[in-house]
Structures are given as C-alpha cells and as structure tokens.
C-alpha cells in the first residue's frame, strides 16, 4: 500500500467516525469526575474493615484479589511463552561470548558505571524490598515492589557485565521463585475454598492500620506478588539478554 | 496549571515517538513518554500506578526493545564466511 492510499484511507475512516467523536465528546464525565459509587464505598470502608491504609493494595489483594490472580496468571503464561520461544541453544553458557555489531566494540563496563551500578543497586534493591512489605500501609505493592528488585538486577548486569549477572541471577532460581509466588497466591485464594468459606477469605488477624503487620492473608499473597513478579520478570530480562550473545556453533 | 503542563508534554513525547523513525531513537523517546507518564501519574494523586509505569515503562520496555534490536543487528555468519 502506498503511502497516498494509505493517507487517502486514513481521512475516509476519520471523516466517518468524526460525526460519532463530536455526538460522544460532550457526554464525557468532566476530568477528574468518577460517577461509580463502588470508589467512594471502598475508600470508606477499607481502613476500617481491612485496616489498611493503601486501598489500592486493599482492592487488589482483597476485594477484587480474584482478578488479580487471573492477572498474576497473565504474567506467569506471558514470561513462560517467551521461555519456551526464547530458551534455546544461545546465551546458555554464563561465559558465553557477547555478539558484535559491526562498527561497535564491546568495552568492558567502566569503573565509574560499576561504582554508580555497586552503590544505586543496593539502593534499588532496598528500595523495592520497603515498597513491598510496606503494601498495605504505603504507596506501592507487590507488583510495584517485584519490578523494582527486578530492575535492580539489571543494575547488576551494568557494573558487572554478563558473566558477573549470571552469577547472581541463577535461571533455577528465578523459575522457581516466579512459580512459587504464582503458587502462594494461587493456594491463600483455593485453601478457603477447601474449608467451605468464600475465595480468598481473609482469615488471618488484621491488626492495626498504619503497621507493617496490618491487613491479615493480604500480607502473604503480597509476598507472592512479589515473588512471581521479581521472578519473572528477571527470567524475562534473562531470556532476551541471551539473545544477545553468540551462538555456542558459531565460535570461530 | 501542572497537569495541564504534563498532559502537553505527554503529546509532545508522544509525537516525537511516531516521528522517530530510527527504531533506537524511538526506544529513547519511547523512555522519555514513559517518564513523562509517570509524572502525569504522580500529579494526579496515583502513586501505585507511578511506581509500576517508572519501571515498566522507563527500565523494563525499553530494554526489551534494545537487547532485541541488539540482537537483530549481530553478525551471524561463522567467523570465516565474513566478508
């Protein structure tokens, strides 16, 4: 399709939505507006019932804790699809060589990025672990949480370059942990279920709103959250960075 | 006055992630929308989903994007076939 055609196509389809966009656009909620009552009912309700003060962790892990496990499910399937289609014969070896680009040399990481990546990555690591175990009394959670561990293990891989990263970050390892916290999440919703009380009843004490100890069986899935998260999306990075080496046949 | 600033750089961002036409800029721009994103996010009183967009949007994507592009770019061929 030509560039013209494609234009041409484009001013057809946007003169005959235009009409409906105008009719719709006055209709819209003003900015800010949220016209759904169930807001304003669980704001109300969740520090006092749930004592928690995040009401975001509380909606999550409680009240709607069934969808965020089909979520948790989405995550878990979409990293095992890039295992499947990813882990292969590339990148397998921890001291595999990096690829070349012609025209790019492959430097060694400088002593200055692996200053800044030493100091920054136990910051990140920290950082993300309090916004984990803070979910219920803090901005933040366990999805929150498990993508900033994650990230800081990337940080690894900047100041220790690749063989160093593999060293830390063992596939094993991360496989295991991604399925455990799935599995965790998976038996607090199922283990109600066995004993004839509703999905995912919180059953555990509640303790008090504002501690870390607040908000009962949301703790433990929130530890599995951030489990399934860190893991997975570490085996994520892992599997496409691999594709970043060469192939183990090719070695001249 | 302040959302209204981000909400402009949002489509500014957003502009410069359509015209890029170079896929390693438009990984770059791609990073500056999510920055920007997370800013709109911050001001708007939604720090969870601020938390989860900075690293998602301005970490994770675009490294996936790199080590692809990387990984596109490498020369394949066995060391004595090149040319």
């Known amino acids: 399709m030509s560039p013209r055609v494609r234009v041409a196509l484009f001013g057809a389809a946007a003169l005959a939505v235009l009409p409906a966009l105008f009719h719709v656009l006055p209709h819209l909620p003003r900015f800010g507006d949220h016209p759904s009552p169930y807001g304003d009912a669980v704001t109300a309700s969740a520090p006092v019932a749930r004592q928690t003060q995040n009401i975001v962790t509380a909606l999550n892990f409680d009240y709607r804790g069934f969808d965020t496990l089909g979520e948790e499910f989405i995550l878990l399937c979409a990293v095992t699809g890039v295992t499947v289609l990813l882990r292969g014969a590339r990148g397998e070896e921890t001291s595999a060589r990096p690829g070349q680009v012609d025209g790019r040399p492959v430097l060694p990481p400088s002593e200055s990025v692996t200053l800044i990546s030493r100091v920054l990555g136990v910051m990140v690591l920290v950082f993300g672990l309090s916004t984990s ?112 080496r060469v192939d183990p046949g090719a070695e001249g | ?50 938390f989860a967009q900075i690293v998602v949007g301005t970490a994770a994507v675009p490294m996936l994007f790199l080590a692809v592009l990387a990984s596109m770019k490498m020369d394949r061929r066995p060391e004595g076939r090149r040319e």
Not at chain 1, 196 to 220: D, E, H, I, K, R
Not at chain 2, 28 to 40: Q, S, W
């Open chain 1, 133 to 244: 175990l803070h979910a219920t009394s803090t901005p933040g959670g366990g999805f929150q949480g498990g993508v900033v561990i994650a990230s800081g293990f990337l940080l690894v891989l900047l100041g220790e370059g690749y063989r160093g990263w593999r060293g830390v970050i063992r596939s094993e390892f991360m496989d295991g942990l991604e399925a455990f916290g799935a599995m965790l999440f998976a038996v607090c919703g199922f283990a109600g279920l066995c004993v004839g009380m509703p999905f995912m009843t919180n059953v555990l004490p509640l303790g008090t709103a504002g501690s870390v100890w607040a908000g009962g069986l949301m703790l433990v899935i929130n530890a599995g959250v951030t489990c399934a998260v860190g893991g997975g999306f570490a085996v994520l990075f892992l599997e496409f960075l691999e594709e970043t």
């Open chain 2, 1 to 50: 006055m302040l959302i209204d600033v981000l909400l402009l750089m949002l489509a500014v961002t957003g502009t410069g992630v359509a015209l890029s036409r170079q896929p390693v800029r438009q990984v770059i721009a791609l990073g500056a929308n999510g920055l920007v994103l997370t800013l709109l996010f911050m001001a708007l009183q939604a720090p969870d989903v601020a």
